[in-house]
């Protein structure tokens, strides 16, 4: 099982980051997938969550209305929309797949800084 995030990087305040899971190792399709998120001295939070087919979603109501999560089960890959991001959004950015697994990415890190 592999998930790798790609798409993080240094954005100023008010700017957009599409982060990228690629899957691999698994039934991509069977699987409800999140994105999770982890700022220094923080606990893991939950960002936003997608259903198998991408007919439900939920977001944290730190980011409802900025974030937009996705799924192409078809490239096995989960997407983040990330819009007018605050400096409160820096974190390492973590998907995940299934709740009761620990199939987990590296992470990938978004600092939100002038």
């Known amino acids: 099982v592999q998930l790798v995030e790609s798409g993080g990087g240094l954005v100023q305040p008010g700017g957009s980051l599409r982060l990228s899971c690629a899957a691999s190792?698994?039934?991509?399709?069977?699987?409800?997938l999140y994105w999770f998120r982890q700022a220094s001295g923080n606990e893991r939070e939950l960002v936003a969550s997608?259903?198998?087919?991408?007919?439900?979603?939920n977001y944290a109501n730190s980011v409802k209305g900025r974030f937009t999560i996705s799924r192409d089960n078809a490239k096995n890959t989960v997407y983040l929309q990330m819009n007018s991001l605050k400096p409160e959004d820096t974190a390492v950015y973590f998907c995940?797949?299934?709740?009761?697994?620990?199939?987990w990415g590296q992470g990938t890190q978004v600092p939100v800084s002038s």
């Open positions: 995940k797949a299934g709740v009761r697994t620990d199939y």
């Open positions: 190792g698994f039934t991509f399709s069977s699987y409800v």
């Open positions: 997608i259903s198998n087919y991408g007919g439900t979603t």
